[in-house]
């Protein structure tokens, strides 16, 4: 994997990141809704809306990934159930996400590369999914913990496939190309 960028690219200052952050919590949205389908049961459900999210905090950094975090969670809530169903503690576990991702790969493991990436995608799902998640779950719908463990194991097969395809689109020319075009002042 390439280092795209020599710039640290902020969210609010390029409106390139911006669109692309933009387009990467859509594709969270989207893959979220359409997920919906594979739920085994209401707390477990296999889904790869975390990809875009971990993408976004990766590439642009924490901030852009909480941002898009909180917006993913809250569109789809919004056009899935309205919003009298928002769950903040949910909410706040898909920003951080994005937000753990961006802070690891900026802060705790700073550089391009299998590694970072890995410890990057382990820690935003044990951070947003595996506790935040599983908290608003045990607090706003009652599930006892025995009941929310099992998404541990779910999570590590996820999170192991998302690591995969990220390393495998983060090695594309054609991908670094267009990331450096992005993060271009």
């Known amino acids: 994997m390439s280092d795209f960028s020599k710039s640290k690219?902020?969210?609010f200052v390029n409106i390139r990141v911006l669109c692309a952050v933009a387009l990467l919590t859509a594709c969270a949205t989207v893959v979220a809704y359409l997920?919906?389908?594979f739920t085994i049961t209401p707390y477990l459900r296999v889904t790869f809306e975390n990809l875009p999210l971990i993408l976004t905090g990766y590439l642009f950094g924490p901030w852009a990934g909480l941002v898009a975090g909180l917006a993913s969670d809250f569109l789809?809530?919004?056009?899935?159930?309205?919003?009298?169903?928002?769950?903040?503690?949910?909410?706040?576990?898909?920003g951080l996400?994005?937000?753990?991702?961006?802070?690891v790969s900026r802060w705790i493991l700073?550089?391009?590369?299998?590694?970072?990436?890995?410890?990057?995608?382990?820690a935003a799902h044990i951070v947003g999914n595996m506790l935040v998640k599983?908290?608003?779950?045990?607090?706003?719908?009652?599930?006892?913990?025995?009941?929310?463990?099992?998404r541990?194991?779910?999570?590590?097969?996820?999170?192991?496939?998302?690591?995969?395809?990220?390393?495998?689109?983060l090695r594309n020319r054609g991908v670094n190309k267009?990331?450096?075009?992005?993060c271009k002042s």
């Open 9 to 11: 690219p902020s969210l």
């Open 35 to 37: 997920c919906k389908s």
């Open 76 to 94: 789809n809530t919004l056009v899935t159930y309205g919003l009298g169903q928002l769950n903040l503690i949910i909410t706040l576990g898909a």
């Open 97 to 103: 996400v994005g937000f753990t991702a961006g802070v």
């Open 110 to 122: 700073p550089g391009k590369g299998a590694v970072p990436l890995a410890v990057s995608v382990a």
């Open 134 to 150: 599983s908290v608003g779950l045990m607090v706003y719908f009652g599930y006892p913990l025995l009941l929310v463990l099992p």
């Open 152 to 169: 541990i194991p779910l999570y590590i097969c996820i999170g192991a496939v998302e690591f995969f395809l990220l390393y495998v689109l």
């Open 178 to 182: 267009m990331l450096g075009v992005i």
